[in-house]
């Protein structure tokens, strides 16, 4: 069984900077793949990065070149920094990590940009 614990969100302004955490017990680059999503008020959840196992890491159009996915195996922990923040950007973010079999969910950590 595996639980993901997220931190590291808050209120921002608009040009801002946040780093999300998300910690586990195991070894991060265990698993298949290690992504974060995000889901906006009355809007469907949608893949922001992700890291795959031996591939190269992806970002949505909307945050690339202002997010970064990352990974550090020995605090068992996933990142995301997210710069250059936008109102757009205002969301729950969730970590998730695919396993074999199956994925796991952080509980999601909210973000809002605002002045």
């Known amino acids: 069984q595996v639980q993901l614990v997220e931190s590291g969100g808050g209120l921002v302004q608009p040009g801002g900077s946040l780093r999300l955490s998300c910690t586990t017990s195991r070894s991060i680059f265990s698993f298949e793949n290690m992504a974060w999503y995000r889901q906006a008020p009355e809007k469907q959840r949608e893949l922001v990065a992700i890291?795959?196992?031996?591939?190269?890491?992806r970002y949505a159009d909307s945050v690339r070149g202002r997010f970064t996915i990352s990974g550090d195996n020995a605090k068992n922990t996933l990142y995301l920094q997210m710069n250059s923040l936008i109102p757009e950007d205002t969301a729950v973010y969730y970590c998730r990590l695919t396993g074999r079999p199956g994925y796991y969910w952080g509980q999601g950590i909210q973000v809002t940009v605002s002045s």
């Open positions: 890291i795959p196992r031996g591939g190269s890491t």
